[in-house]
C-alpha cells in the first residue's frame, strides 16, 4: 500500500509504503524509502491493529489519512467500517453516519448518528469521506460539500461516468477502477 501525501513532478516525495502482509509501514521523506528494515514479531507497528480486515485496510489507503486529529465521515453502509478503521488510524474521529447504528455500542474514535440529505457539518471541515453511490446518490455532493482541502472523497459502487460529476463538484480524479473512484479537493 502506497501512500503519497506529497508529489512533484510525478514524484512521490513524502508519504508511506505499507505491507499488508506484516502490516509495517515504512516513511517516504524527501522522496527516500529505507526497505533494508523489515519489522520483526514483537516490533512497534505504528499503531496498526492485526486484527483489522482487509476491508478498513483498503478503505483507510483510499482515504489517504494515515493519522489523527481529524474528523473522516462513512456514510451509509460503509459506516459499518467505523470500529475497524478507528483501530488502524489513531487520533482520527470516525464519524457514522446510517440510520441503523443506533444499538452499536458507544466507543471511543467512532461517533454515530443518523442524518437526513443534508450533513450537519459546516463546508470544508472534514479530513475524507466515503461512500457507495447506490446507498444515496444524492450524498456525493453533500460530501463533496464537506471535505477539505487536500482531502479525499471515496465512492464505491461508482457508475460510468462519475469521474465527470466529480470534476463538476470541483474535485480532482485521484483514481477511477472497477467501480471505485477517488477524488481530492484541491
Same mark, same amino acid.
Given at each position: 500500500m502506497l501512500l503519497a501525501d506529497e508529489v512533484a513532478d510525478r514524484r512521490l516525495l513524502m508519504g508511506s509504503l505499507g505491507c499488508a502482509n506484516c502490516r509495517g509501514r515504512y516513511p517516504i521523506e524527501d522522496g527516500y524509502c529505507d526497505l533494508r528494515s523489515l519489522p520483526r514479531e514483537g516490533d512497534d507497528l505504528s499503531g496498526i491493529a492485526e486484527s483489522v480486515p482487509s476491508d478498513a485496510v483498503t478503505l483507510g489507503a483510499l482515504l489517504g489519512v494515515t493519522k489523527g486529529p481529524g474528523e473522516v465521515v462513512l456514510l451509509g453502509r460503509l459506516a459499518s467500517h467505523g470500529h475497524d @478503521? $478507528? $483501530?488502524l488510524i489513531p487520533g482520527l474521529e470516525i464519524v457514522c453516519v446510517d440510520g441503523g447504528l443506533r444499538e452499536v455500542p458507544e466507543e471511543p474514535g467512532v461517533s454515530r448518528f443518523a442524518a437526513g440529505a443534508m450533513l450537519p457539518f459546516l463546508s470544508g471541515v472534514m479530513r475524507g469521506v466515503a461512500l457507495l453511490v447506490s446507498d444515496d446518490p444524492l450524498r456525493l455532493g453533500e460530501g463533496a460539500r464537506i471535505l $477539505?482541502?487536500?482531502?479525499r472523497l471515496? $465512492?464505491?459502487n461508482a457508475p460510468a461516468g462519475m469521474a465527470e460529476e466529480l470534476g463538476r @463538484?470541483? @474535485?480532482e480524479l485521484v @483514481? /477511477? /477502477?472497477g467501480g471505485t473512484v477517488v477524488a481530492r479537493r484541491p
Open positions: @478503521l $478507528a $483501530a $477539505a482541502r487536500g482531502s471515496v $465512492a464505491l @463538484l470541483n @474535485l @483514481l /477511477e /477502477e
